[in-house]
């Protein structure tokens, strides 16, 4: 008989509400290297802290996370397997829908948020299998092929990168569409090649791509994510 670990990461075993607080607390938890927040993890995903604290104890009784009092939660190896299982499925749709249905990378991520919950596993590996089990979604993030041992790739904030250096975009955040609009509309997409010629007072940042020059807004810089 399978282990409750194995059916969290094989199966559609927690309802969406669930998988939704599992996803944020993964990518909080990378982001963070540490403990999440109850703070942090309201801001994420946009929720009042009395929310937070209820759904918590409900992720700790089923052995999702580990949480402590004012330290902050983190998942425990199961509920980091369950995470995983739903950023495999949230990613692969974002690349299906890119791919084979044409949808531009500013709309795939809110279409796959409410698929994602209603993808069986034979499904998801039919997607995968069709797609050539890719390792890299629409906007540049890994695609899990293993659940048991998936890490993120490092990366380095394009913010960090100094003036007269030349880095490659690998990835940028989904969660604002109009910042991957606007990416669009100045030719930049994964795998442009940017130079940073100044960083500005506000926090902009002026590059060079595509042989024109273009001022990036603070939110936009704070999306990309080049080589390190």
Not at 52 to 81: N, Q, T, W
């Amino acid at each position: 008989m399978p282990k409750p670990v194995e059916r969290a990461a094989r199966s559609r075993s927690f309802s969406a509400a669930v998988e939704d607080y599992l996803k944020a607390i993964f990518r909080l938890e990378e982001l963070l290297q540490g403990p999440v927040s109850t703070s942090a993890l309201a801001e994420s995903l946009d929720v009042r802290a009395a929310s937070i604290s209820g759904m918590l104890g409900k992720l700790d009784d089923l052995g999702l996370v580990d949480h402590v009092a004012y330290r902050g939660v983190s998942l425990s190896p199961e509920g980091r397997r369950a995470a995983v299982s739903v950023i495999r499925r949230h990613r692969l749709l974002e690349l299906f829908l890119a791919e084979i249905l044409d949808v531009p990378w500013d709309e795939v991520h809110e279409e796959a948020e409410v698929l994602e919950h209603a993808l069986s596993p034979r499904l998801c590996d039919l997607i995968a299998n069709k797609l050539g089990n890719p390792d890299r979604d629409p906007h540049g993030d890994p695609i899990p092929g293993r659940i048991d041992d998936f890490v993120e790739p490092p990366t380095a904030p394009l913010g960090s990168t100094e003036i007269g250096a030349t880095r490659h975009l690998v990835r940028v955040s989904d969660r604002d569409s109009w910042i991957l609009r606007a990416l669009s509309a100045s030719g930049i997409g994964l795998g442009t090649e940017l130079v940073v010629l100044a960083h500005l007072d506000d926090g902009s940042i002026s590059v060079a791509a595509n042989g024109r020059i273009c001022t990036l807004e603070p939110d936009v810089v704070r999306a990309i994510r080049v080589e390190t």
